[in-house]
Antibody
Framework: QVQLVESGGGLVKPGGSLRLSCAAS????????MGWIRQAPGKGLEWLSY????????YYADSVKGRFTISRDNADNSLYLQMNSLRAEDTAVYYC???????????????WGQGTRVTVSS | EIVLTQSPGTLSLSPGERATLSCRAS????????LTWYQQKPGQAPRLLIY???IRAAGIPDRFSASGSGTDFTLTISRLEPEDFAVYYC?????????FGQGTKVEIK
């Protein structure tokens, strides 16, 4: 079955860095686009970044552009999010999610990991 | 960037009742394919319900339906089951950006 397991979250000081990982299993990882979405405590969902199946196309939300970097290793079935210059407002649960596969483009995410918590505080 | 506004913020209903949730976009979504609905329960990851504005995802009961086009989209739960009480988010894709609505909480009355 499809599994996405995030790791790498934790407590970091403002200005610090973290690298989140998402281990994928149960599907052909290299054929799916992936994304990172976060949810601040008690708040809604915020899309952060997209990466195409090959890794050749990447998009970011303005809120993280220039600070976060998405990448993937298709040989290792892994997705990453390098987060630099972290701010208090980056405190959230971070989810990796799989893009839905279809002959048409839908821009939807059909499987989500359980999330990893990031806290930015001094 | 397209802003999605969901209404109402909270919907208080009883099991068996019909729920109608609205998602309004600040400008027309370029394709109905790009409108998605998710359900999220406390402490859980979001679950895909509907994609392409009206296509139920695998395993989603047929009491969930959705429709709409342009700027106005609706998610309907025909008869609420106890497990349907949750927060529902709409999401759109457009011009290399994904945005979510702020969510509608469906709570037990």
């Amino acid at each position: 079955q499809v599994q996405l397991v995030e790791s790498g979250g934790g407590l970091v000081k403002p200005g610090g860095s973290l690298r989140l990982s998402c281990a994928a299993s149960g599907f052909s990882f290299s054929t799916y686009y992936m994304g990172w979405i976060r949810q601040a405590p008690g708040k809604g969902l915020e899309w952060l970044s997209y990466i195409s199946s090959s890794g050749s196309t990447i998009y970011y939300a303005d809120s993280v552009k220039g600070r976060f970097t998405i990448s993937r290793d298709n040989a290792d079935n892994s997705l990453y999010l390098q987060m630099n210059s972290l701010r208090a407002e980056d405190t959230a649960v971070y989810y990796c999610a799989r893009g839905i596969s279809s002959s048409d483009w839908y821009g939807a995410f059909d499987f989500w990991g359980q999330g990893t918590r990031v806290t930015v505080s001094s | 960037e397209i802003v999605l506004t969901q209404s109402p913020g909270t919907l208080s209903l009883s099991p068996g009742e019909r729920a109608t949730l609205s998602c309004r976009a600040s400008q027309s979504i370029s394709s109905n394919n790009f409108l998605t609905w998710y359900q999220q329960k406390p402490g859980q990851a979001p679950r895909l319900l509907i994609y392409g504005a009206s296509i139920r995802a695998a395993g989603i009961p047929d009491r969930f339906s959705a429709s709409g086009s342009g700027t106005d989209f609706t998610l309907t739960i025909s008869r609420l089951e106890p497990e349907d009480f949750a927060v529902y988010y709409c999401q759109q894709y457009g011009y290399s950006v994904w945005t979510f609505g702020q969510g509608t909480k469906v709570e037990i009355k």
